[in-house]
């Protein structure tokens, strides 16, 4: 907490988490265009918001783009506010409407959605939770089911016993336990692959913890991303739970993320 109220202080670095709310994953240059300052001093500025985890980092080919992230920000509220003022879940609800502003267009003008968080556990302890059928059952409603090679199926299956997939697609890659790429698809489009959406989760050791960055990519329009803007922080907040905690959390946080739509 210390880092992030270190960053916090600086005007400069003010300015450049405000250029990424205002533009979600620019690269350094599109950074330096908006900032009177030399392209060393912003690296700099960007490393301390970095080490505070302000700022993530995904690379796309040759290019490394930079990521508002609210998980500090929302530690923060938790930790002076929202114990004071309101209840857990509607501190996520603010999360979750912070990422909406920070989120970019790709370069084919179609949305997408980048949402960081950090979990006590292992790589392989969270790949397990991403990809094992029951566990996903236990914090996501849905059992997320495949062999989990490249090139497979994989259903996003109702817990009901109905058998019924929302969610179908296919493993583009799946490197156990750093990386898992996969498309999204309502069943009646399976076969349209130019309506598939695409999430890559990236699993990193981030000292005795674990970094996840979920990146959904594809997205059909403004509707879809306010969709999962408000669904992927509210599954994510539940997995973070039952790994660290043993349990999910005791109200489904998806079903509030609706309420604070509506």
């Known amino acids: 907490m210390d880092r992030v109220f270190k960053a916090l ?40 918001l970095e080490a505070a985890n302000l700022v993530s980092t995904v690379r796309r080919g040759r290019e490394k783009l930079h990521y508002l992230n609210p998980v500090p920000l929302n530690d923060m509220q938790e930790r002076w506010i929202g114990r004071f003022e309101h209840p857990r879940l509607s501190a996520l609800g603010a999360v979750k409407r912070r990422a909406e502003e920070a989120v970019e267009e790709t370069m084919t003008d179609k949305p997408t959605y980048v949402y960081v968080t950090y979990i006590e556990s292992t790589p392989e302890a969270v790949w397990d939770a991403l990809t094992d059928a029951d566990l996903t059952a236990a914090y996501w409603g849905h059992s997320n089911v495949s062999d989990w090679k490249p090139d497979s199926r994989w259903e996003h299956v109702r817990t009901d016993g109905s058998g019924i997939a929302d969610v179908v697609g296919t493993v583009v890659e799946a490197d156990r336990p750093t990386r898992l790429v996969t498309t999204w698809a309502a069943p009646e489009n399976a076969d349209r692959e130019e309506s598939h959406s695409r999430v890559t989760f990236d ?25 999962v803007s408000g669904g992927w922080p509210a599954v994510l907040s539940n997995l973070k739970s039952l790994m660290e905690t043993g349990t999910p959390l005791p109200q489904e946080p998806w079903l509030m993320s609706r309420q604070d739509r509506d």
């Open 9 to 48: 202080a600086d005007e400069t670095r003010r300015r450049l988490l405000d250029r990424l709310r205002e533009d979600n994953g620019q690269t350094l240059a599109e950074l330096c265009a908006r900032i009177e300052m030399t392209r060393q001093s912003v690296t700099q500025h960007l490393a301390v």
């Open 203 to 227: 699993i990193r050791p981030h000292g005795d913890i674990v970094r996840l960055t979920v990146t959904h990519e594809n997205l059909r329009d403004e509707q879809e991303l306010a969709d």
